[in-house]
């Protein structure tokens, strides 16, 4: 389902999103947040009746922005060749704003919390290994690359993606001129393997 925000409750969203990210849930009062967004705390109430509330609603609809991005990075030309995809993979992500990170950030925290819902981070996961997934197929089909297991290959390059970008990128790690070097490195091997000929 599809969250659609007016503007008063974007406002009030993106500011429970900022303290969140910065300060933790515990700093994102429900006073804290309104005087943020430049509201009322009365509105905040009115708009979303309680803190916990606006707190599911806020990431559920900043996670809905990122997995939209996510779609829109691992999208594919049916042209499009396996090296040129995969890095085209990493670059995008490493310039992914700020904002998507924290996002990740905050679905990789709610891993310590217990849940009945599936958890954000693995419908991270599940929409870039169905997007490796289908690419690795096509390349199959089109007989770009052997036959191997697509979801196999596409969980080696959605670990790989994953752990070297994304994560550090969330921590800081520079790895805008490091992560090009990494994924050169990193398709290397996945086309000349680690046996010495």
Known sequence: MKIELDNTEEKIVRATFDIIQKEGLAKATTKRIAAEAGVNEVTVFRKFTNKNNLVEITKAYHFQILIEKLEEIFEFRQDEETEEYLRNNFKELINLPEEEFSIIKVALEDVRVVSDKKLLIA????????????????????????????????????????????????????????????????????YNGIKVE
């Open 123 to 190: 419908q991270i996961t599940d929409v870039i290994l169905d997007k490796f997934e289908e690419f690795f197929t096509l390349q199959i089909e089109e007989g770009r690359i052997r036959k191997v297991n697509p979801r196999v290959l596409g969980t080696l390059c959605y670990s790989i993606t994953f752990q070297s970008l994304v994560l550090w990128k969330i921590y800081n790690e520079n790895v805008e001129k490091d992560g090009i070097n990494y994924s050169s490195e990193f398709l290397d091997i996945i």
